[in-house]
């Protein structure tokens, strides 16, 4: 008693230095957590003042653009009217993306799911891709099997935001003439998305750090962008509890499928009123 041999000695000053190294890790973590919600507050704070700005820039510019076809304004004012729209929608796009990966983060991403009419949602957002497609002369397919519930329980707007980022990628990467295909199909309560295109592809070894964020691979580096479109995508994906799995060849084309389980309760009258689509949920992610 009251003594201790060499070895006893050497395993408290051993324990000793594990103690201090756990409380120092523990402040450093509560440090950076704080950091954390700071940052995510400030780009939260920083990102409404700018979007104020930038959605008043975006309108007058339409509004030019309006008068433009009524009124015989000089070409170069036109000309300037959509570059500004242009560069201040792409703009307000970067400033979301930032805001919304700030959110994932800090773990304040939240689900807001709600009834919607599968075909009805499922068929706008295919419409509104084909257009963006036949800018490019490209073709979308779209299909959906009869194994797709009538209505899905989920979060509108996110899953609307993630079937964009990807068919928004297998554009800007596919060369024009060729075919991209949306197909849905669900079995045990599990929702399967499936993007094919017929792009550029993606190298074995660039699909390692294709999620990583502010990051761009392969022949990605030459697009405009800033990286966080998959990083998110894949986020959100598993956000709503689902998984996503890419798999690409070089100049043969990509593959993405999206699994999301469903839930299978069923809504009662109340739950379901009105329109079953938003299509608003939709534009906000143009």
């Known amino acids: 008693p009251k003594q201790l041999n060499q070895h006893q000695r050497k395993a408290l000053q051993i324990l000793s230095r594990e103690v201090i190294a756990q409380m120092e890790l523990r402040k450093n973590l509560k440090a950076l957590q704080t950091a954390s919600d700071f940052k995510t ?63 994932i983060e800090a773990g304040k ?15 706008q957002l295919a419409n509104m891709m084909q257009i963006r497609a036949n800018e490019k002369s490209q073709r979308l397919q779209f299909s959906i099997d009869d194994s797709i519930p009538a209505l899905l329980f989920l979060d509108e707007g996110k899953l609307g935001q993630i079937l964009i980022n990807v068919i928004n990628n297998s554009i800007k990467f596919t060369p024009e003439h060729k075919v991209i295909s949306l197909s849905v199909h669900c079995k045990d309560d ?24 502010y990051q761009q691979v392969g022949a ?15 986020s959100l994906t598993e956000l709503m509890g689902g998984t ?13 499928m999206i699994n999301i389980p469903l839930d299978t309760t069923t809504p009662a009258p109340n739950e379901v009123k009105g329109e079953l689509c938003n299509a608003d949920a939709l534009a906000h992610y143009q």
């Open 41 to 103: 507050e400030f780009l939260s704070n920083i990102s409404h003042e700018i979007r104020t700005p930038l959605n008043a820039i975006s309108g007058f510019s339409e509004l030019l653009l309006e008068q433009s076809q009524h009124e015989a304004l000089p070409v170069n004012v036109v000309d300037y009217a959509q570059e500004i729209k242009f560069g201040s929608k792409r703009l307000l796009n970067i400033v979301n993306a930032v805001l919304d990966l700030s959110k």
């Open 109 to 123: 991403m939240e689900l807001s799911p709600t009834w919607l009419d599968a075909k009805k949602f499922l068929t």
């Open 190 to 213: 599990i929702l399967t998305l499936e993007v094919v295109d017929q792009g550029i592809g993606v190298s074995k070894q660039d699909q390692e750090q294709l999620f990583n964020k």
């Open 220 to 234: 990605n580096k030459n697009k405009e962008g800033t990286g966080l479109g998959l990083c998110i995508t894949k």
């Open 244 to 256: 996503l799995r890419l798999t690409s060849e070089l100049n043969i084309g990509t593959e993405v």
